[in-house]
């Protein structure tokens, strides 16, 4: 048992805070364990580290056992020093992926949902990937619009932004999903584990997903996804609006415009765009004909856009 207490927030004489040792809980000693390493000084032996830490000898051992269990560091087996671990690296890169993420899109969210008119969103998939959060939005100016806040959890199976990203998953964590249970969010809300299947290849061959009150009443999205660079998804940028402005003439234009903005995310991220530039040319976009797809267009009713 640890005998040795320090009260909080007192310094060691090496200018490194101190740990209240007779704390029940690690957690604030494993963090001031993984703060000692800095690109100033990236190697640490036990000693060392207990000594900085001004801790017992068996709790620094302790520390850096479960540290290594869980790869946030590594020994290096001839000079016996610690360094970081490729999980602590990875959570480093994660981080530095989402702030640059928000960085980079925020222009070009603005200038979609200027452009549009509608509100435009930035979703990232979940930590353990089961589901989709709302990373950054830019509101409509209109008084009806769809409203997001980020943070927000989003089922991964409904929803233009959200398919886009299943559709782009690994295979074996997009069949997690899909066979588990899908629930039916409003009335076009894709439930049936086939048809969801289906819907997530035509997503993948066109490089772009559309929905039609899949999350709620009259809403509607379309949506493309960024990718690695194997081709799995890392975000989806996405227009959506109220049923009252969905136009199949505005559909071709917003298309568009997503391309272009998704296209310029991709190149300051080294990332891809999911949709191809001949997109257009294949047929995969609809054409500019006029028409209240609301009221009658069928085809913007199917499964795909918010």
């Not at 299943?166 to 074996?172: H, Y």
């Not at 964590?173 to 066979?179: F, G, L, Q, V, Y």
């Not at 272009?260 to 257009?280: D, F, K, R, Y």
Request: hydrophobic share 40%.
């Amino acid at each position: 048992m640890d005998t040795h207490a320090e009260p909080s927030g007192l310094k060691s004489q090496r200018g490194h805070r101190k740990v209240d040792s007779s704390s029940p809980q690690l957690l604030e000693r494993t963090f001031a364990v993984l703060a000692l390493f800095t690109s100033e000084r990236q190697e640490w032996t036990t000693t060392q580290i207990g000594r900085e830490c001004d801790l017992p000898v068996p709790t620094t051992y302790r520390i850096l056992a479960a540290l290594e269990r869980h790869r946030f560091v590594v020994r290096d087996e001839i000079t016996k020093r610690f360094r970081l671990g490729p999980a602590a690296l990875a959570l480093g890169r994660n981080a530095k992926a989402s702030t640059d993420l928000r960085t980079v899109s925020m222009p070009v969210l603005q200038r979609l949902c200027a452009s549009s008119g509608e509100t435009t969103l930035l979703v990232v998939p979940s930590e353990n990937r089961l589901r989709a959060i709302c990373l950054e939005r830019v509101e409509s100016p209109k008084s009806l619009r769809l409203s997001v806040e980020p943070g927000r959890h989003l089922p991964l199976h409904a929803g233009a932004q959200q398919k886009a990203l299943l559709a782009f998953f690994p295979a074996a964590e997009a069949e997690r999903i899909i066979s588990g249970p899908l629930e039916k969010l409003c009335k076009s809300t894709i439930d049936d584990p086939e048809r969801l299947r289906k819907e997530l290849q035509a997503i993948r061959r066109k490089g772009w997903a559309r929905s039609f009150e899949e999350t709620n009443i009259g809403v509607w999205g379309v949506a493309m996804t960024l990718l690695d660079e194997l081709g799995f998804a890392v975000a989806s940028v996405g227009i959506a609006g109220p049923r009252a402005r969905l136009e199949r003439s505005s559909l071709s234009k917003w298309l568009k415009l997503l391309h272009t903005g998704v296209e310029e995310i991709a190149a300051q991220m080294s990332l891809q765009c999911s949709c191809s530039p001949n997109a257009q040319g294949r047929g995969d976009w609809p054409d500019g004909e006029s028409k209240d797809a609301a009221a009658s267009d069928g085809e913007l009713k199917a499964p795909g856009a918010r």
